[in-house]
């Protein structure tokens, strides 16, 4: 029999696609607020959100009439007929957000239009309204979200905590206030301040707010290309060096002033940077792409993370085109020398027999290592080199591929009490990276095998000062990643270390000459090359 669900229980199964967590709540409000041209946006949340969610918006306000309005389903002043589902300008268009919300939520809109003579507060109350009466408010909106999920044990249930739910209200909040550097956006959490801009209109400040002072004079302004015609503009600003963390969190696209992932434009951005920053490092980067608003379908996805782009190729060209532009460009610290003066991208012209056939012809300071390839002569830091080839060959492990090396009595590992509990929580990843190893007793490990990479570069000392790092950082998004570069990192060759000719050679074979080019630290490249176009230009031999 099929019988029609209750509208209060339609209208919860709803609102679980758009408000999937306290995230999207923040979410919905900020971008309420941005739509109705705030320039200060506060946002304050207790308990993970689950206890209160305000945001206070010095916008235009809601009229009196209106207001009982907002709250219903498909409800809004945005859309006005089927046509303008095409040409979306606002960032809300469904009229869906405040009645999903106040179906899962206590909602209180305290608002006042410049218009009225005073405010008004409107009380929702399981998805009806309460109570509508006068208050005081200067011009504006607050809109307070009280006891979420409250009655919705099973949604509770598939959160992740409070500081999990913090993390993602963050990340949101962050990603709204580079989509609008105009705005100057405050978040508190448990009334800590976790964020705040400007809202000065400079995304590099909006940037440096959101990661760090740091970062600063890594970012570097993309300028729009004539060249790439009307259909596609690329701006935004792009990190290098400092600018780069461990994940791909820094990362913001946004289309049509729009924040929304999508997989094939992170891709292209991956492979855009991938000979400039370190394997397992990513940028900071906003890229601001603007397309016809004919070309993008933004009506894909109930939450709008999602987009559509008619011309996807000629979108991702263009953002690889304006990485590369940006990054050849920037004044700032950059391996200047990578970038072959030839083909702008220091990649050799062919590659054929010679890779891994480099020429060692010496070392420098104990830290270099001098050779001759194909493309003209590197300059290697040893220390960085090594740390490439060790990670590829954790890597491998990740795909079974690699030997792991199992001792005849386990060894017994001694750690730091944080690092224990890191290592305690985290068996999974050790195993995935490599080490099989278990607790034993509260302050150490026992360890059973270690990957065959690390088995004669001491393997229990790098595994030690390796989870005494991590107990000190913010918890990794990938720990087996994170664990390979720590391992890779702790076992390398130190600058200084003074190698044999062998040693040299079975390093450099192990990296070949294309990988060389590709691999940077931290923003420091990991070799220099100076190619024979550069030798024969410094020495005149160009005519
Ligand atoms: P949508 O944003 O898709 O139009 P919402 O349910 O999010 O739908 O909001 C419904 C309507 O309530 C909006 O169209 C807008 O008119 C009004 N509104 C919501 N929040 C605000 C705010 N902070 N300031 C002014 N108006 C608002
Ligand atoms: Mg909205």
Not at 129 to 152: N, Q
Not at 406 to 426: D, G, K, M, Y
Not at 480 to 508: K, V
């Amino acid at each position: 029999m099929i019988r029609r669900l209750p509208p209060a229980v339609a209208a919860r199964i709803a609102a679980g696609e758009v408000i999937e967590r306290p995230a999207s709540v923040v979410k919905e409000l900020v971008e309420n607020a941005i739509d109705a041209g705030a320039s200060r946006i506060t946002v304050e949340i207790e308990g993970g959100g689950l206890d209160l969610i305000r945001v206070v918006d010095d916008g235009h306000g809601i009229l009196p009439d209106d207001l009982p309005i907002a709250f219903e389903r498909h409800a809004t002043s945005k859309l006005v007929s089927d046509d303008d589902l095409d040409s979306i300008a606002t960032l809300g268009f469904r009229g869906e957000a405040l009645p999903s919300i106040a179906a899962v939520a206590d909602v209180d809109c305290l608002t006042r239009t410049t218009e009225a003579p005073h405010a008004w507060r409107l009380g929702m109350r399981g998805g009806r309204v309460e109570s509508v009466e006068p208050a005081a408010r200067a011009v504006g909106t607050t809109m307070s979200v009280v006891g979420l999920f409250a009655d919705l044990p099973a949604r509770r249930k598939f959160l992740r905590g409070k500081s999990g739910e913090n993390g993602q209200i963050v990340a949101q909040v962050a990603s709204l206030a580079l989509s609008c550097p105009r705005i100057g956006l405050t978040l508190r959490l448990d009334g800590r301040r976790a964020l705040e801009t400007p809202g000065d209109g400079d995304l590099a400040a909006a940037m440096a707010s959101v990661h760090g002072r740091g970062i600063a004079e890594y970012l570097a302004p993309v300028e729009p290309d004539p060249a790439d015609g009307d259909r596609v503009q690329v701006g935004g600003c792009l990190g290098w060096g400092e600018a780069t963390l461990p994940t791909r969190a820094g990362l913001t696209l946004l289309v049509n002033g729009r924040w929304v992932q999508s997989r094939t434009l992170t891709y292209a951005v991956d492979e855009a940077y991938r000979t400039l920053v370190q394997v397992g490092r990513f940028p900071v980067a906003v890229l601001d792409i603007r397309v016809p608003s004919g070309d993008v379908d933004v009506n894909v996805h109930p939450r709008k993370s999602e987009v559509r782009l008619l011309h996807e190729r000629a979108v991702f060209g263009a953002v690889q085109r304006a990485i590369r532009r940006t990054l050849a460009g920037f004044a700032g610290p950059r391996p200047t020398t990578l970038l072959g003066p030839d083909d702008g991208y220091g990649q050799p012209a062919e590659q054929g027999s010679w890779i891994s056939g480099l020429r060692i012809l010496g070392q420098a300071g104990g830290t270099y290592i001098i050779a001759e390839g194909a493309a003209g002569i590197y300059l290697v830091d040893q220390h960085a080199a090594h740390e490439r080839v060790l990670f590829e060959q954790l890597h491998a492990a990740w795909d079974g591929r690699q030997e792991r090396q199992s001792f005849l009595e386990p060894a017994i590992v001694e750690l730091p009490a944080r690092a224990a509990a890191v290592a305690r929580a985290h068996v999974d990843a050790l195993e995935a990276a490599g080490f099989e190893a278990e607790p034993f007793g509260d302050g150490a490990l026992l360890v059973r095998a270690v990957p065959a990479a690390l088995a004669d570069r001491g393997a229990l000392a790098v595994l030690a000062e390796s989870l005494a790092s991590l107990a000190d950082e913010a918890p990794p998004d990938d720990w087996r990643a994170r664990l390979a570069i720590l391992f890779a990192c702790h076992s390398a060759t130190r600058a200084g270390d003074r190698l044999a000719t062998e040693e040299m050679t079975a390093l450099l074979d192990q990296l070949g000459e294309a990988d060389l080019c590709q691999a940077c630290s931290h923003g420091r490249p990991t070799a220099i090359l100076l190619s024979h176009h550069q030798l024969a230009r410094e020495f005149g031999r160009l005519s």
